[in-house]
């Protein structure tokens, strides 16, 4: 490891822990600035009609205990940290005493089984498609361009929502929302698991269509700035054969493309949002869509912050493997 | 200047998105000179289908016209057999095993239909053989009601009783009596039928597209202004005050916007959420990218020989960067804001779907009424595309047209991307 590989790698980590400490308190402040007391709220729900004055004020006193909230803020907040390094998160208010990291532990897998496979399979075929057009570009300008730029313009939710009544409501070939048939104790068996895939088809496929557009619009236009490129004409001049110049091209119109899709698998839990709220699949989205609608700030907090982790790695990682992949970077970067 | 406007409205690209945009603010801008409703007025209940109403009341109080129709009887056979009781007959006879092929739920077939369905069906063989999916008593009498209906005539006498007791007068009404639909005095054209709440979704519809609009624009300028202050003063005046700007930048640029935003908007409560607070809240998250662009621009201008010139004349800083730099990243910023306003639209939108919208009892914008479409079930239970779909295209407009003038304006000002 050269000296000035070491400088950059220091400095990347220094940038990694100042925004991880930022985000962490960030996501502590926030929630705390909100009107309106959680404890008041979850001891009007539970306590019986007719409780005397004491009684409700013990309750009180009891909840605040139990959620910390009896702490000066800088015990809150390490109380906050500790939960989040223990992996707890806490106590979550609307569904108390169930603790956080249950309910997120129960949703993400959903969340990641559902937005891996689709973001991988959307990259794929819209850097195809895109490299595709770049390529055969007076067919793909005149034919499809005008509809693309339409179609890439119907935003996320418009799409999503689109699908759905087409092939859910209308067409009936797939269930309108849920994971799996309501009703149906999960487990290892047959019936389960088809009911498993019939539910997954069409948010799968919507997340899929969705980043095709974008990949395809992105990896279109990089191509196309690659292929009119110095190097190429020179390469052309040269006498290379255009295989291989495509192979440069593509190569080199890769790069921005392999950062789309590191970003988007980090901000996947992000993504998943709308998609799931529409499509009422229990990940992680319905999750924090469940507690943005009962103020249930711990999990709000915990979804937020293991969102912002996953981009801080992703965007991380990207830089460490920038460092090795693109000489461009590495020529700045360590001399 | 002049020169620079005349190239970028001969780009057809921008020109397309510049009339579709100017078509959307003016049909905002007229539209309340024409129909005078208040956008959130409850005028029915529930969802009511695009179409237009006129009062069965009213109806009696207005002049009745001669009309003969030739089709007349043929039409009203067909309005009372709707398409899912043809399904039903049509589901009777396969079950029985008879011929239907030719045979459909349209109109056109309707007469063939009605004539095999009278030759097959029979109320006593229904019952002893009880023909699959219909061997329940109560898929029984569904058919014998329909039957009932189909042998009724569709021609029978009915008579309108006017006024109580003694003062009662009755007439006949007679097949060939029409109305004439301005006569009437309460009729209403809802081009878009109404929403959940009942309201008149045309209206509601174009009110939100200007409130979106103006969110969008609102934190457009914001996000752009702060962009473009930070960007100028981290890229021209550089040493500790880029260290701290860029220090910022980089926590805002990590952090997602949108986690921010669900944290921000989830922190201060619905009620506190007005129009304004949620623009300026997206305003203040989206300015990173504008900020860095327009830094690592001005780095490479201000070693340029017309700044420094303008240095060594003494020329003040606020005069250097207004007159030496800023027209050189004028048509960059520019493309920023157009970008900027379509995200906050955006931005706006997906924060109203997940339920943390402004507040919903001031105004509608395009985000809220996604949220209630989603809420009331309008595209599963309901099936009312017109609650929803007419939201979506109307994004989907506002970002074609604001892309289209950013590719437009990015062809003019970047001219190796122009072939």
């Given amino acids: 490891m050269t000296k000035g590989m070491r400088k950059y790698f220091k400095k990347k980590i220094f940038w990694f822990v100042i925004t991880f400490i930022a985000a962490v308190v960030l996501n502590f402040i926030l929630p705390r600035l909100m009107p309106g007391d959680p404890v008041n709220s979850i001891v009007g729900k539970n306590i019986s009609p007719g409780a005397t004055q004491e009684q409700v004020q013990e309750q009180i006193t009891y909840y605040k205990h139990q959620f910390g909230l009896d702490k000066n803020i800088f015990g809150q907040f390490w109380d906050f940290v500790k939960n989040a390094f223990n992996g707890t998160f806490g106590v979550s208010y609307s569904q108390y005493p169930r603790l956080v990291s249950d309910i997120i532990g129960s949703s993400i897998w959903w969340t990641v089984a559902l937005q891996l496979p689709a973001i991988l399979v959307g990259w794929l075929l819209g850097n195809l498609l895109g490299a595709l057009a770049a390529y055969k570009r007076s067919f793909y300008d005149k034919a499809l361009m005008p509809l693309t730029l339409f179609f890439s313009a119907i935003p996320a939710f418009g799409a999503s929502v689109i699908l759905l009544v087409i092939f859910a409501v209308t067409l009936g070939w797939a ?23 019939a539910h ?100 709000i907090s915990a979804c937020t912050l293991i969102i912002t982790i996953m981009v801080l790695i992703a965007s991380f990682m990207l830089d460490i493997i920038y460092a090795f992949i693109d000489p461009r970077v590495k020529a700045a970067q360590f001399d | 200047m002049k020169n620079t406007l005349k190239n970028v409205f001969h780009s057809p690209r921008f020109l397309v998105g510049f009339i579709i945009f100017m078509c959307i603010l003016l049909t905002v801008l007229i539209y309340p000179y024409f129909v005078h409703r208040d956008p959130l007025q409850g005028l029915g209940k529930g969802f009511l289908a695009p179409g237009t109403y006129v009062s069965v009341y009213d109806t009696n109080n207005t002049g009745t016209y001669r009309v003969e129709l030739p089709e007349a009887n043929d039409n009203r056979l067909e309005a009372s057999v709707p398409v899912k009781d043809r399904q039903t007959m049509l589901d009777f006879l396969k079950a029985k095993g008879t011929d239907i092929t030719g045979l459909d739920t349209s109109n056109e077939h309707f007469h063939e ?292 003038m950013n590719t437009g304006l990015d062809q003019v000002f970047n001219p190796t991307l122009r072939d």
């Fill in chain 2, 113 to 404: 239909l009605i004539e095999v369905w009278r030759a097959n069906y029979d109320e006593a063989d229904a019952k002893k053989n009880k023909y699959e999916g219909f061997a329940t008593q109560a898929k029984r009498n569904e058919l014998r009601r329909l039957n009932n209906r189909l042998s009724s005539d569709v021609n029978a006498a009915m008579t309108v009783t006017k006024g109580e007791g003694d003062d009662a007068t009755t007439a006949a009404v007679a097949t060939s009596d029409y109305v004439k639909v301005d006569e009437v005095a309460n009729a209403l054209t809802l081009p878009l039928g109404t929403d959940n709440f009942g309201r008149d979704t045309l209206t509601e519809l174009v009110k939100a597209t200007g409130i979106s609009l103006l969110v969008g624009l609102l934190a457009g300028s914001i996000a752009t202004f702060i962009g473009l202050a930070v960007g100028l003063l981290a890229g021209y005046v550089g040493g500790v005050v880029d260290d701290v700007l860029m220090f910022i930048a980089n926590i805002f640029t990590v952090i997602p916007g949108f986690v921010l935003l669900i944290l921000i908007y989830s922190a201060l409560g619905a009620e506190s959420r007005s129009i304004t607070t949620c623009a300026v809240i997206i305003g203040i998250t989206s300015w990173v990218w504008t900020a860095r662009s327009v830094r690592s621009q001005v780095i490479s201008l201000r070693n340029r020989d017309h700044v420094n010139l303008s240095k060594l004349s003494g020329h003040s800083l606020i005069r250097i960067v207004a007159t030496d730099i800023l027209p050189y990243i004028m048509s960059y910023v520019v493309m920023a804001f157009i970008l900027q306003v379509s995200s906050g639209i955006l931005a706006e939108a997906q924060l109203s779907m997940l339920g943390l919208g402004p507040n919903p009892n001031e105004l509608p914008t395009l985000g809220l009424m996604m949220n209630w479409a989603k809420l009331f079930g309008a595209y599963t239970s309901s099936n009312a595309w017109w609650a929803y779909f007419p939201v979506i295209l109307v994004i989907a407009l506002i970002s074609f047209s604001l892309n289209l």
């Fill in chain 1, 175 to 197: 269930p309108v929302n849920g994971a799996f048939d309501p009703g149906m104790i999960p487990g290892f068996n047959w019936k389960f698991i088809s009911s498993v895939i």
């Fill in chain 1, 200 to 299: 997954y088809q069409l948010p799968f496929w919507s997340i899929v269509l969705i980043s095709i557009g974008g990949q395809a619009v992105g990896m279109r236009s990089m191509s196309i700035y690659e292929l009119n490129a110095d190097y190429v004409k020179y390469a052309r001049f040269l006498g290379i054969k255009d295989k291989k110049i495509v192979r440069y091209v593509f190569r080199n119109a890769m790069l921005p493309q392999v950062t789309g899709l590191a970003m988007s698998i980090g901000s996947m839990v992000g993504g998943a949002l709308v998609a799931e709220t529409i499509f009422s699949y229990p990940g992680l989205g319905m999750s924090m869509y469940a507690a943005i609608n009962s103020s249930d700030y711990p999990v």
